[in-house]
Nanobody, 115 residues
């Protein structure tokens, strides 16, 4: 089992920045992938960014150039630096962790971008 704890959501004005963090604990193997999904009201959950334990990253087109995902394998933590936030970035952001074919989810953290 793997447990995920997220932090860093909140309220920000358009153009502002937020940093989300996710800490994983439990039975963690060396090879895994961590990432973030978002879910806006009335919409399906969608991928924001992901990063492998080897450091390979993927981003949704909507966040390329604005968001940066990073991780610290020694501490089993991951972060999402979100810059130049837009109104449409408002959503609940979920940390996820995949290893050995199993997916684990965090509880979600609200990000609200509003003027």
């Amino acid at each position: 089992q793997v447990q995920l704890v997220e932090s860093g959501g909140g309220f920000v004005q358009p153009g502002g920045s937020l940093r989300l963090s996710c800490a994983a604990s439990g039975s963690i193997f060396r090879v895994n992938t961590m990432g973030w999904y978002l879910q806006a009201p009335g919409k399906e959950r969608e991928l924001v960014a992901r990063i492998s334990s080897g450091g390979n990253t993927n981003y949704a087109d909507s966040v390329k150039g604005r968001f940066t995902i990073s991780r610290d394998n020694a501490k089993n933590t991951m972060a999402l630096q979100m810059n130049t936030l837009k109104l449409e970035d408002t959503a609940v952001y979920y940390c996820y962790f995949i290893q050995l074919g199993r997916t684990y989810w965090g509880q979600g953290t609200q990000v609200t971008v509003s003027s």
